[in-house]
T-cell receptor, first 114, second 115 residues
Framework: DGGITQSPKYLFRKEGQNVTLSCEQNLNHDAMYWYRQDPGQGLRLIYYSQIVNDFQKGDIAEGYSVSREKKESFPLTVTSAQKNPTAFYLC?????????????FGPGTRLTVT | GEDVEQSLFLSVREGDSSVINCTYT??????LYWYKQEPGAGLQLLTYIFSNMDMKQDQRLTVLLNKKDKHLSLRIADTQTGDSAIYFC???????????????FGGGTRVLVKP
């Protein structure tokens, strides 16, 4: 089955540690996205990538970093510089074609930093 | 840029119809989507409408688009307890084109279905 996987589902870290969230897709999509969702709020875009080896900052990129070395993978690192890292993180992908904006989402990773 | 607004909460009795509303600012938006998010899960695409349509029906779901008022609605007929979730509208493809085919999401409407 084609889809997007995120691991782990729950992640706990101590303050001051960097942590990397995994996102893998086998949909052969060019574009991938990372969103952050806080309780009772909508989605805010962190980073996106339209093609391998290229990515752009979204609306709230500070304290985060990404890489896109393979088409299938778009890992997100939450650095110690992120002031409020506890949140639900969602990864998505799309074909990236000009006429197709539909995004497919993974199941999410809930990160708790104490 | 594009701004998308939704009401925060909707309570409905099982068996009744639910209507979730969304307004957006870019009148030239061409792609409009509805997503559903169940607790602790990712977003699932429910349905979509293109701007050259006024209405789209898909089983229990009806999407209405009023381009003049920049208003989008999702009607769920015969609402069931399994429909309890957060519903997001998302728009794209307007004159305010965003690189990377980005969607602009509303804040989500939490729907609670009471038995």
């Amino acid at each position: 089955d084609g889809g997007i996987t995120q691991s782990p589902k729950y992640l706990f870290r101590k303050e001051g540690q960097n942590v990397t969230l995994s996102c893998e897709q086998n949909l052969n999509h060019d574009a991938m996205y990372w969103y952050r969702q806080d309780p009772g709020q909508g989605l805010r875009l962190i980073y996106y990538s339209q093609i391998v080896n290229d990515f752009q900052k979204g609306d709230i990129a500070e304290g985060y970093s990404v890489s896109r070395e393979k088409k299938e993978s778009f890992p997100l690192t939450v650095t110690s510089a992120q002031k409020n890292p506890t949140a639900f993180y969602l990864c998505a992908s799309s074909t990236g074609e000009p006429s197709s904006y539909e995004q497919y989402f993974g199941p999410g990773t809930r990160l708790t930093v104490t | 840029g594009e701004d998308v607004e939704q009401s925060l909460f909707l309570s409905v009795r099982e068996g009744d119809s639910s209507v979730i509303n969304c307004t957006y600012t870019d009148s030239s938006s061409t792609y409009l989507y509805w997503y559903k998010q169940e607790p602790g899960a990712g977003l699932q695409l429910l349905t979509y409408i293109f701007s050259n349509m006024d209405m789209k029906q898909d089983q229990r779901l009806t999407v209405l688009l009023n381009k003049k008022d920049k208003h989008l609605s999702l009607r769920i007929a015969d609402t069931q307890t399994g429909d309890s979730a957060i519903y997001f509208c998302a728009v794209a493809g307007g004159l305010i084109k965003a690189a990377g085919n980005k969607l602009t999401f509303g804040g989500g409407t939490r729907v609670l279905v009471k038995p």
